[in-house]
């Protein structure tokens, strides 16, 4: 199982500036993980923290195959014994990208016991394994 956490902040134009961004700091960041997860071979932890909404987390989890990840921004690539993850070019505002990137490439040799975030993509998506 591929597990991934996107982290999403959103705010209008007007909620520029420095009082704003005060508000936001530290809400990009990585969250528990809700569990059990569903059997599948990705599965999607999303979290919205919305302007609209006092920036109060709206959390789901969804379970499918690698098209999950690419709704998420990711492509994922499988080695013999590694998954390659790298991130898609996407329409975020800052920084803008031009291709591609990688993010991690992730395989069983230095694994650590017990879940970790392993890479984090523009976006605020997070790779855990």
């Known amino acids: 199982m591929i597990l991934i956490q996107r982290v999403r902040v959103r705010w209008t134009a007007a ?3 420095a009082p704003a961004a005060n508000a936001r700091s530290g809400l990009a960041r990585p969250r528990p993980l809700p569990g059990p997860f569903p059997e599948a071979e990705v599965v ?15 959390e789901g989890v969804r379970a499918g195959g690698v098209a999950l990840a690419r709704e998420a921004g990711l492509w ?19 920084p803008r990208p031009s ?4 993010v ?6 230095r694994r650590p016991p017990g879940p970790v975030v392993r890479g984090r993509a523009r976006g605020g998506a997070f790779l855990t394994v």
């Open 44 to 58: 999607v932890h999303d979290v919205l923290a919305d302007q609209a909404v006092g920036y109060q987390d709206r």
């Open 76 to 94: 994922l690539g499988y080695g013999r014994a590694s998954v390659v993850v790298d991130r898609l070019p996407g329409s975020a505002a800052y």
């Open 99 to 102: 291709a591609s990137a990688r």
């Open 104 to 109: 991690r490439r992730a395989g069983p040799r």
């Open 15 to 17: 909620a520029r500036g």
